[in-house]
């Protein structure tokens, strides 16, 4: 195989062109899942953690087990089950819906175990100064812990939030037309790899910026001891 | 409840697809033992080999570590922005196309082995870089070599800062085993799914989750372990 095969294998413009257009519209739907998973996720944490934080034992018990239990499962494994097993229940349920569904149950556990780290970084003396000075338990919370917490572990939010992002490409697997369910499509229309490379060019560009934040944000934590 | 319990939890489907199940259970096994030994050797190596290009040089050969730092850091930056997915996806078709003709095994092995070294790497590095200078000068200055300061003072203190995000970063990968069912690895996913195609039947893909359960949900309660164990100093 020579350099110019490979190069048209891998790297054909005219083949980018065709289907570079399908691709984008891959993306769209890519954002728009992002969109939504993310915040939905990330509530979904946040109330774990909170709960956790009134310390009912009971509740604790069941909320180690949920995110344990989501956290061993991989995601895909989530998906695939979430796709397939409401039709036997007489349910039919769409890939957008399966995907947000999914996303909750595993996010919402990597999520919860960072908040919690959050807000147990907080010391005690803050809780009792915030409570003498006459706020509830809940105002406590939202304004003195949270605030305090959610900077704490600032950098593991971004790294989640990165890793959500590149998890979307999952979606793929169930047949809902993103960037990666694009990028295999048009690589089997067209028996050639360059809409793959294209893909891969695009997960990289949209999510460096991210990657280069968070090595900077790791790199002031460490420094600052 | 009865239908409920025929169609989740059929005995008749289950122990059919058992076998299959527990042989996924094997290669998901082995792989993922690969994954970890590859992925974090690597990434030791590739730490390591940016501390060395990080010390200073004399101006010609200044420019080529320079050069070589920056593709290090250019391909640990790639790793962690691509999904590993399509990296699975792309060596699967691509490498046989140049010739390296490499299964759906070899291909998810290699791409969460290079997802996991870039990671890997990203701790080691801030583990190697939160040793305060200090113990550099005073070890160099009792004459040891650069070689003898990293492994003998160095990587020890940067090892065990980096033992729990390596672990969690370590499980999360590991877990990327199952994507191997996009292409055709046997492992637990792939014998789930195709179970369910044979039978129409969920059980075999409610057996699937149960031994994802049984292999990861030990591992993630260690981890949770290890983190209180080696907590960052703050």
């Not at chain 1, 294998?9 to 993306?27: R, Y």
């Not at chain 1, 990165?162 to 793929?172: C, H, N, P, Q, Y």
């Not at chain 2, 239908?3 to 792989?31: C, D, H, K, Q």
Request: hydrophobic share 55%; aromatic share 12%.
């Amino acid at each position: 195989m020579t350099l110019s095969d490979i190069l048209a294998l891998f790297f054909n413009p005219e083949i980018a062109a065709k289907t570079s257009g399908f691709l984008v519209d891959g993306l769209w739907m890519t954002l728009l899942l992002c969109l939504v998973v993310i915040p939905v996720g990330a509530l979904g944490g946040l109330a774990v953690a909170v709960l956790a934080a009134l310390n009912r034992r009971w509740l604790n018990v069941l909320l180690v087990i949920y995110v344990d239990v989501f956290r061993a499962l991989p995601p895909l494994v989530l998906l695939v089950f979430v796709y397939n097993v409401p039709p036997f229940a007489g349910y039919r349920i769409s890939e957008f819906e399966a995907v947000v569904i999914a996303f909750l149950l595993n996010t919402s556990s990597y999520y919860g175990e960072i908040f919690r780290a959050g807000i147990e970084s907080i010391g005690r003396g803050q809780w009792e100064a915030a409570r003498s000075t006459g706020l509830g338990w809940w105002q406590t919370m939202g304004w003195v812990v949270l605030p305090q917490a959610v900077r704490n572990v600032l950098p593991d939010l971004v790294s989640n939030t990165l890793e959500v992002a590149k998890l979307t490409s999952i979606a793929s697997v169930i047949a809902l037309h993103e960037l990666m369910f694009a990028a295999r499509s048009a690589q089997q229309l067209t028996f050639n790899y360059t809409p793959l490379m294209l893909a891969t060019l695009i997960y990289f560009v949209l999510l460096w910026p991210v990657v280069h934040l968070l090595s900077r944000l790791e790199h002031r934590r460490i420094a600052a001891g | 409840m009865d239908r409920f319990l025929f169609t989740f939890f059929n005995a008749e489907v289950m122990a059919e697809y058992l076998p299959n199940i527990l042989s996924g259970m094997w290669v998901t096994t082995y792989l993922a033992a690969f994954v970890i030994v590859t992925g974090l050797s690597l990434g030791l190596v590739l730490a390591v080999l940016r501390s060395a290009l990080s010390q200073k040089m004399p101006a010609p050969l200044s420019w080529l570590t320079g050069a070589l730092r920056l593709s290090l850091i250019f391909y640990v930056d790639l790793m962690r922005s691509v999904p590993p997915l399509v990296l699975i996806v792309l060596f699967y078709y691509g490498l046989p196309a140049l010739g390296l003709d490499i299964a759906g095994l070899g291909a998810t092995w290699l791409a969460l082995s290079l997802v996991l070294s870039a990671f890997a790497e990203e701790i080691y590095w801030a583990g190697l870089i939160s040793v305060a200078r200090g113990q550099w000068e005073a070890a160099r200055s009792t004459g040891l070599s650069f070689l003898q300061t990293l492994i003998y003072v160095i990587l020890p203190q940067a090892v065990r800062l980096a033992i729990p995000p390596l672990t969690n970063r370590t499980i999360a990968i590991t877990k990327g085993t199952a994507l191997g069912q996009v292409v055709a690895v046997q492992e637990i996913l792939y014998q789930a799914y195709s179970g369910l195609s044979f039978s129409y039947n969920p059980s075999p893909l409610t057996l699937g989750a149960l031994a994802y359960l049984a292999l990861f949900l030990p591992i993630v309660i260690v981890g949770r372990w290890i983190e209180t164990r080696f907590a960052w100093r703050r």
